[in-house]
């Protein structure tokens, strides 16, 4: 028997297909200030998690006061991405977040006069910053704790 498949309808509503889809979306909230480990190192630890969990991942933009962190893709993947980035927040907190800057020679303009643009940076943000000494053997790099 041959069925004459020109007068078949299907009928998809927007509800329909939000009922059935396996995507996700979930907004993770992390303190701004941790977004930077979040991403990593060249974006290191950011894109290891959109590999690992086939999850798309949307960070504020820089400048912006929000804390929140948006994650789609499948279910499971969002779960997994959600999971990963609140423990590397989690163990950001724990242990601290570091960075390496190469200062060559303007040492002296990131300190200021008598320490105080350093104690600024230091009071706004509770960062230690470590001045490589002349005895170390890459001089122009600042190790920034915290």
């Known amino acids: 028997m041959i069925q004459d498949l020109t007068k078949v309808q299907v ?3 927007d509800e329909s297909i939000k009922a059935e889809s396996p995507q996700k979306n979930v907004e993770v909230s992390i303190y701004k200030q941790n ?7 060249g974006e290191a ?3 290891k998690i959109k590999d ?3 999850t798309k991942i949307d960070l504020s933009a820089e400048g912006a006061e929000t804390n929140i962190i948006a994650v789609r893709g499948p279910k499971e993947g969002v779960i997994k991405a959600k999971k990963l980035l609140l423990e590397i927040s989690n163990e950001k907190q ?3 977040c570091t960075a390496e800057i190469e200062a060559n020679s303007v040492h002296k303009l ?4 008598k320490g105080a ?4 940076v230091i009071e706004k943000t509770g960062a230690r910053i470590v001045f490589l000494s002349e005895n170390d053997d890459d001089k122009n790099t600042i190790n920034i704790i915290g």
């Open 110 to 113: 990131l300190i200021g006069k």
């Open 11 to 13: 009928d998809f509503t």
């Open 117 to 120: 643009s350093i104690k600024k």
């Open 35 to 41: 977004h930077k480990c979040v991403i990593g190192k």
């Open 94 to 96: 724990l242990i601290g």
């Open 45 to 47: 630890n950011i894109k």
């Open 52 to 54: 690992e969990t086939s």
